[in-house]
């Protein structure tokens, strides 16, 4: 039996995402691609941000969580939303995880929500250990070929390029921030903060 064309476009697509993201799993941080139009600007501690007349909307993300529940990061609109792509077999990630959580619990009284891009792990059992070794209670879409962290991010934004990167979206559901590095707490709140106190 042969692959007609759009099995075969799939296929090709998810291997292409799986092969991005093992060339750039697990880096220390990175250079924002695209070229001289991309309207954002990168700080000497490698965090990008996009002015707020520049930001664009992810596509859609959404799809199961580890626990099995569905999820739209739409449904987050009027919320500041920071999106982590994480696996549990990378070494920064774990570094980062603590802090994260930390962020995640103080802020959401002030309107922002942590959600988690889980991939490259082959079992939802890995990723739930994970999260139970390090306290983590907000959710994580399971993305194990990474095709929401490819397909998210319209071309020429800022996406999610790297195992850990981080994006944050402002209340109107738009690409404001992004870090391709495990990030401590303050660089969390750098990245946070001015989105927090934007009207």
């Known amino acids: 039996m042969s692959l007609s064309r759009a099995p075969r476009a799939a296929l090709t697509t998810a291997l292409f995402a799986a092969g991005a993201l093992t060339l750039s799993a697990c880096t220390d941080g990175g250079v924002s691609g695209g070229g001289s139009n991309t309207n954002f600007v990168t700080d000497s501690g490698g965090i990008s941000t996009v002015a707020k007349a520049d930001r664009k909307a992810t596509n ?102 790297a195992i850990p990167s981080t994006v944050v979206l402002d209340r109107d559901g738009k690409i404001a921030a992004r870090a391709l590095m495990a990030l401590n707490e303050k660089q969390l709140r750098k990245m946070i903060d001015p989105l927090i106190a934007e009207k």
């Open 60 to 161: 859609k993300i959404a799809g199961e969580t580890l626990e099995g529940k569905p999820l739209d990061v739409a449904d987050y609109k009027g919320k500041v939303v920071v999106l982590n792509a994480w696996g549990s077999w990378c070494a920064p990630c774990r570094a980062e995880a603590p802090h994260l959580v930390k962020v995640a619990k103080d802020l959401k009284p002030k309107g922002v929500e942590f959600i988690g891009l889980n991939t490259r792990d082959d079992s939802k059992g890995l990723a739930i250990a994970f999260e139970k070794d390090y306290g983590i209670e907000f959710p994580s879409l399971y993305d194990p070929k990474g095709e929401l962290i490819v397909e998210g991010f319209p071309k020429g934004t800022l996406s999610l390029q």
